[in-house]
C-alpha cells in the first residue's frame, strides 16, 4: 500500500474532540453571528476560504464572515456529515441564504485540524465559480 494512501485512524481522544467540534460547528452556523466564530477557532488557526487568496488568522476569519454576513444576513450552514482523520475533520454542508428574494443553496467541505477543542487550521472548498455565476444571475451583475 502506497503511504501517501494511509488512512490516519484518529485516537479515541481525537474521535471524541472531532464530535465536539462538528457539534459546535453545526450550532453556530445554525445561526450564525460572525464574532461567535472565534469559539471555533484556536488563537494560532490560519484559515483559508474562498476567494481569500492566503490564510487568515482568526481575526481576518471573523472579518471575512462579517462581510458574508452583511451580505448574506439569512445564511445558515448545515451539516450533512463529516468524518475524523487523525487530528483532521471533514464536514460537508449545504448552505442556505436568500438572494433579490430568491433562495440559493449551495454545498461545501471544510477541512480542518484539531487542537485542545478548537480549529488550528482549516481549509474550504466549494464551487466557487458556478456560486459567482448563480449570484451574478440573481442580482443581475455580469460576470
Excluded at 484518529?10 to 462538528?22: G, N, R, S
Excluded at 488557526?45 to 481576518?60: F, Q
Aim: charged content about 25%.
Amino acid at each position: 500500500m502506497n503511504d501517501h494512501l494511509a488512512y490516519d485512524a484518529p485516537t479515541p481522544k481525537q474521535l471524541a474532540d472531532a464530535e465536539a467540534i462538528v457539534q459546535r460547528f453545526a450550532a453556530i452556523w445554525s445561526s450564525p453571528v460572525a464574532d461567535e466564530l472565534r469559539a471555533l477557532m484556536h488563537e494560532e488557526t490560519r484559515n483559508l476560504i474562498p476567494p481569500m487568496k492566503e490564510p487568515g488568522d482568526r481575526e481576518a476569519v471573523v472579518e471575512h464572515f462579517r462581510g458574508i454576513l452583511t451580505m448574506l444576513p439569512d445564511l445558515k450552514i448545515e451539516v450533512i456529515r463529516w468524518a475524523p482523520v487523525g487530528d483532521a475533520v471533514m464536514v460537508e454542508w449545504r448552505a442556505h441564504a436568500t438572494v433579490q428574494g430568491k433562495a440559493i443553496s449551495w454545498t461545501g467541505v471544510d477541512r480542518f485540524n484539531v487542537r485542545d477543542g478548537r480549529m488550528y487550521e482549516a481549509s474550504v472548498y466549494w464551487d466557487t465559480r458556478g456560486l459567482a455565476e448563480r449570484f451574478a444571475a440573481l442580482t443581475g451583475q455580469s460576470q
